[in-house]
């Protein structure tokens, strides 16, 4: 998350420059978690969507000598798994071309919270139940802007929707969030 | 409450608020402080990193699946042994999982923990190390009110507190295992005795060969420490080489710029006075519950303080809440206080505090992120 753009340029400087395998494992390790959860949510395996990661990576090696010349590495590793995953979504069933705003998702298996035991204040049962209850739609375009830690505009690109629509949706999901947690902490008081 | 607050609370999260807009969601939220524990709920949510799944594999495990596939796709790859690194993940600010996590590693390693500051600014730093630092650098950072976890290239595990940097150079883990820190960190050190582990700062170098410790180090703090709990770690002085320390488990070294130590007298064993620094080595304050101690109690998302200055109090609460604390009258930094602090707010924080001390001596006021603590009227 924290982890300095410079960092990601540089490794994407050393994989296109110098072959840098290490580097190129390093970029595997910051990014295929995430890009899988993100994919699974699309193509709803957790098998197809680790082999099409795979795929967007062994891409990234085979063009790596002209991979200096990508702008945004993470954005283009997103839009490659997306693209990856419609086009496999297409291949299954011919008869539908699929768009990435009219895909059903899947967000229970790879974007729920953990599993909290009594360890968790009343106020974050709260706020963690009422993530869940977002619709998936929105559940997505936050999770994508808080645990992926893309720009509001990038979910916009990468979903095909236009930048108020995200807008929209995360103070949406943040407002309900929000008065989740202020019932309780009401609740709270007058208990 | 209007509803653009979520929309500047959105832009706020996902770092993308102008200065304007910032001002804009602190006058909103002033203007609505019903809010405030509701919206401190969302940001800690916020900058906790999601949990692995039970389905997730490790890195590792994906790393050679993926070889397989590269394989498969006709690449040659010359070191199929090679191993991931950096993978970093931020820390659970719930305190489950670093306890859990914590309790096990001690069973392996020692624990220590120790504060540094300023390195950057102050450290007359050897030709060498300078290099290192320059070229082919690495560095995470923090903002203020979050904290990482990451894995270095050698194994080793750092959580690094609320506005701190780390910084070390390519090789780390194969040519050596130098790291500088500014600010705050936890260190979970792999063993390997071959390369020591050596930790710089502006006042004090700590070298081990595989243990766990933690480093409290603000540049604008004027002590540093290094607090060890179990295991022993060597400690040298940044303006004199030939002072070394050998912490002992639940001591603490502490270096001051000036020379001047708050609570000299408490320390059981040694003090010196090298040229510039004071170093002095004191027990660690008296554990809160389960083996905890203060230094570490923010590993558990605890903030945490035993007989301190309300102006040390204020250094941390301006980590923790994010925010800027001014004292009216300086009288009042001398007030002491004992206690920790979890889910509350800030103006929890402060409320809890004044109902604590005898006679109520200061009042307080936020303004945006501006607090200030005033003699009571």
């Known amino acids: 998350m924290h982890y300095d753009r410079l960092h990601i340029q540089e490794l994407q400087h050393a994989i296109a420059t110098s072959e840098d395998q290490q580097a190129y494992a390093e970029l595997f390790a910051r990014f295929a978690p995430q890009l899988i959860r993100f994919t699974k949510a699309i193509v709803q395996q957790q098998e197809v969507a680790e082999e099409i990661v795979s795929d967007v990576f062994i891409r990234i090696w085979e063009k790596r000598k002209s991979l200096d010349h990508v702008q945004h590495l993470k954005m283009y590793l997103y839009v490659s798994a997306r693209n990856f995953s419609l086009n496999y979504l297409r291949s299954k069933n011919r008869q539908f071309s699929l768009q990435v705003e009219q895909l059903d998702l899947d967000m229970a298996s790879f974007y729920a919270d953990p599993h909290e035991e009594a360890v968790g204040s009343e106020l974050r049962h709260e706020l963690l139940n009422a993530v869940q209850q977002l619709p998936d739609r929105c559940k997505m375009i936050f999770k994508l802007v808080k645990e992926d830690g893309l720009k509001q505009k990038e979910v916009a690109e990468l979903l095909h929707l236009s930048p108020k629509t995200v807008e929209n949706q995360l103070a949406i999901a943040l407002k309900k969030l929000a008065e989740a947690v202020q019932a309780a902490a009401l609740f709270r008081v007058k208990k | ?377």
């Open chain 2, 1 to 377: 409450m209007p509803e653009r607050i979520w929309y500047l609370l959105s832009l706020k999260l996902s770092g993308e608020a102008t200065k304007a807009e910032l001002d804009e969601f602190y006058a909103l939220l002033e203007a609505n402080p019903e809010w405030e524990t509701a919206i401190q709920q969302i940001t800690r949510y916020w900058l906790q990193s999601p949990m692995p799944t039970q389905q997730a594999q490790s890195g590792q495990d994906l790393w050679n699946k993926h070889q397989q596939r590269m394989q498969a796709a006709g690449i040659e790859w010359a070191d199929p042994e090679l191993v991931t690194t950096a993978e970093l993940e931020e820390i659970s600010l719930e305190r489950s999982t670093p306890r859990i996590w914590l309790w096990r590693s001690l069973s392996v390693a020692a624990i220590f923990l120790f504060a540094l500051a300023g390195w950057w600014i102050f450290r007359p730093a050897s030709e060498t190390k300078r290099e290192i630092a320059a070229i082919n650098q690495n560095q995470v950072s923090t903002r203020p009110a979050s904290k990482t976890k990451l894995t270095l290239p050698d194994g080793s595990k750092v959580w690094l507190n609320a506005s701190s940097k780390l910084t070390y150079g390519n090789g780390f883990g194969e040519k050596h295992r130098e790291i500088w820190l500014e600010g705050e960190g936890y260190f979970d050190v792999a063993k390997n005795k071959q390369i020591p582990f050596v930790i710089h700062t502006s006042r004090m170098d700590v070298r081990v060969t595989g243990t766990v410790f933690n480093v409290r180090a603000y540049a604008q703090e004027p002590t540093s420490e290094t607090a060890l709990i179990e295991g022993s770690v060597e400690v040298t002085l940044s303006n004199d080489k030939s002072k070394k320390f050998y912490l002992k488990p639940k001591q603490k070294l502490v270096v001051d710029e000036h020379g001047l130590v708050n609570g000299a007298k408490e320390m059981p064993s040694l003090r010196v006075t090298p040229a510039a620094f004071t170093a002095s080595l004191q027990a660690l304050a008296k554990p809160l519950e389960d083996n905890q101690v203060v230094e570490t109690a923010w590993v558990y998302n605890m903030l945490s303080f035993s007989d301190e200055s309300f102006r040390q109090v204020a250094n941390k609460f301006e980590k923790w809440y994010a925010v800027e604390i001014r004292f009216e009258d300086p009288e009042l930094e001398e007030l002491r206080f004992t206690g920790s602090f979890r889910d509350e707010t800030l103006s929890e924080a402060l409320k809890a505090m004044q109902l604590t001390t005898p006679g109520t001596p200061f009042g307080f006021v936020v303004r945006e992120r501006q607090v200030t603590i005033q003699k009571a009227r």
